[in-house]
């Protein structure tokens, strides 16, 4: 069976033409939601703006069917939801569920990360969520409402912290101490460097100079950042760089066998391929059936018994979407697992395939039990298979076991599917309704042939490190894993529409997702203006929109709040007429507590959030029970809720 790439509305890419939407609020998340629906195939998504108002909700959608079924599912979003911390925006949003602290730790402080990066995640889970409704009441029964929260997004993107946070391994040494890339060229060249192995790592930093004991010293905490979000190195190895020019540095670079990008400045792309990008790559078996909304009567949809569609589900309509359906899945790191665990905690059967003997990063501490509290934030709730698929006996098996799923995950190096002889043409032919989904590195972005693909590399690359910092600072990836999360979340869109599109045709499909893909989603929002004015811009920033320092603590200050200088002032009794109101404003918050600050600027309707910056609290704090559960370590809970 061969599997044609499709980018249009075309078979395969448009699961959801033939549907309309809805959407109401003029946040960030209604922006990212409403854009993905259109994507998806939506063919009229109507706007109807929004409110500020206190208690408001950040967006409200709605998915209707034209032909006659009515509204196919509703996603409330609130800010908050079932988290008792005052989250009303964005910047409360990170500084209360601790985006502001991971993010910072790198520079041993709290800071804002400089895009919507809370709201647009939480955009994503109310596209999944929706979609997953939809998929649940075509197949005959299932929820219609949705809800989940800005919250509880900014909570998954920082689950794998939280969970190292408060493990109760006691032996556990998790650096906290600020530093790490990027690296500087003596040419004033700004650059990351990524392997994924300590031989490589060897010969670069010998070629280059370096001294034995600095590289040695390196190489822990620089493996490590992608649990930590902190690479304190030896600044003997920044040093090294300093002397050389780029050029000599990317010599040394490939004769090693690692991987060095440049940080972008400035936009991967003019903003109209920005606004004409997709998340996801959806492709059909060659030959199917054209989708109905598209190709017949609008609003049509197939028997969900044609052949290859999912399984009706297995009960009554109250449990999960996706129950009844199949999902293996051989992954690693954060993106492949994280977008498993979220098709789990729709209600899929995750069986995740590991080598024999295990994932190593199993015993990566710190440790809740006899397994690393990261790896169980990723992983909980599958069902483990060890198959060697490096061996033919082994490739046999995984056939076999993709033979009964409905979705076969992975996030493989390029061409290893190929040469495993284990891609969507191989496993179509074992299964021909599967949903093969592939969630990559690149996605074949420019000027990253032979990179290797990963987090800080494509943050880098994207431009994504220089928007997540204002301009007055120079561009620098976070150590915060923002394209793993948003990735494994784009890769799970796909697959929900690949879902969708099996469902209406009764055709497998393929998917392809990649961590670029997600940056370039970020990357979008930084699009102003409009017309020949539309350009991308870095964030500009006073000091009322970075963690401002309290007597104990830090304080972020809600949107609202930081627009309106003077308002803050009359309100923390600050004298009026000062030359700059927002340094008059930081000052005055040094020398008062966090507590003290909050409840004044709230008597005047100014919202503020504490910033915490000790992820231990989660695992007592009473106002994040219901988004948590305390299992050894506090993990996230779903970040949805479905209802009738």
């Known amino acids: ?57 950040a967006a409200r959608l709605v998915l209707t069917d034209p032909g006659g079924r009515g509204a196919l599912a509703e996603c409330v979003v609130d800010w908050a939801g079932p988290v008792g911390a005052r989250v009303v925006d964005e ?98 060249v700004r650059f990351e460097i990524e392997t994924l192995y300590p031989e490589g790592w060897q010969r670069f930093w010998t070629a280059l100079g370096a001294d034995g004991p600095a590289l040695a010293r390196g190489w822990p905490p620089f493996q490590g950042r992608f649990g930590t979000a902190t690479s304190p190195l030896p600044p003997d190895l920044h040093a090294v760089v300093a002397g050389r020019l780029y050029r000599d540095v990317l010599a040394a670079a490939r004769a090693a066998g690692v991987s060095a990008v440049r940080v972008r400045a400035g936009a991967p792309a003019p903003p109209d391929e920005l606004d004409a990008h997709r998340p996801w790559r959806i492709a059909a078996a060659e030959g199917a059936p054209a989708l109905l909304g598209a190709a017949g009567p609008e609003g049509a949809w197939t028997d969900p018994a044609a052949p290859g569609a999912p399984p009706p589900p297995s009960g009554a309509g109250g449990g999960p979407p996706l129950l009844g359906l199949v999902v293996v899945e051989s992954t690693r790191r954060v993106q492949g697992p994280l977008a498993g665990h979220l098709l789990r905690l729709l209600g899929a059967e995750v069986v995740r395939v590991e080598p024999p003997g295990g994932d190593p990063l199993r015993g990566v501490p710190p440790m809740s039990g006899d397994c690393s509290a990261r790896f169980l934030a990723l992983n909980r709730g599958k069902r483990v298979v060890e198959i060697d698929i490096r061996s033919a006996a082994g490739r046999r098996d995984l056939r076999e076991l993709v033979a009964g799923a409905d979705v076969f995950l992975h996030n493989w190096a390029p061409g290893k599917a190929a040469e495993y002889r284990l891609d ?67 890769s799970v869109e796909g697959v929900l529409a690949g879902l969708l599109a099996r469902l209406r045709t009764g055709a497998g499909q393929r998917v392809d997702t990649s961590l670029y893909d997600a940056a370039l989603v970020l990357c979008r929002t930084a699009l102003r203006g409009r017309g020949a004015e539309r350009a991308w811009r870095r964030p500009r920033w006073t000091p009322l929109d970075r963690p401002l320092a309290t007597a104990d603590g830090h304080l972020a200050l809600s949107a609202r709040a930081r627009r309106d200088p003077e308002a803050l002032l009359r309100a923390l009794g600050v004298g009026a007429g000062a030359p700059d109101a927002s340094a008059a404003v930081a000052a005055h918050c040094r020398d008062h507590t966090t507590a003290d600050l909050i409840a004044v600027l709230d008597r005047a309707g100014l919202a503020a959030t504490e910033v915490r910056t000790d992820l231990t609290t989660f695992a007592t704090d009473p106002a994040f029970a219901p988004a948590l559960i305390h299992d050894g370590a506090a993990f996230v809970r779903t970040p949805w809720e479905f209802s009738p």
């Open 91 to 188: 910047a409360t949003a990170q500084a209360a569920c601790g985006i502001m602290h991971v993010h910072g730790r790198a520079q041993g402080a709290p800071a804002a990360l400089g895009v919507d990066y809370a709201c647009a995640v939480t955009g994503v889970l109310a596209v999944q969520g929706l979609l997953a409704a939809a998929l649940g009441r075509l197949r005959g029964a299932g929820p219609r409402g949705v809800a989940t929260s800005v919250a509880q997004g900014a909570l998954l993107s920082v689950g794998q912290y939280i969970a190292a946070a408060t493990a109760p391994d006691d032996d556990a040494d998790e650096p906290v101490r600020p530093g790490g890339p990027p690296f500087t060229s003596a040419d004033g």
């Open 424 to 490: 969507a043409d191989d496993l179509h032919a074992v299964r021909p309704g599967l949903v093969y989904a592939y969630a990559g590195g690149w996605g074949g972005a420019p000027g990253a042939e032979g990179l290797v693909g990963t987090d800080f590399l494509v943050q880098a690359h994207s431009g994504l490190g220089a928007l997540v910092r204002p301009e007055d600072e120079p561009p620098a990836p976070s150590l915060m894993t923002l394209t793993d999360v948003l990735g494994a979340l784009t």
């Open 1 to 57: 069976m061969t599997v044609s790439s499709v980018q249009g509305r075309g078979t395969g890419a448009a699961p959801l033409a033939g549907t309309a939407a809805a959407h109401r609020g003029g946040s960030a998340v209604g922006g990212v939601a409403a854009r993905h629906l259109r994507l998806l195939g939506c063919g009229e998504v109507t706007e109807h703006g929004g409110t500020s108002a206190p208690g408001a909700p």
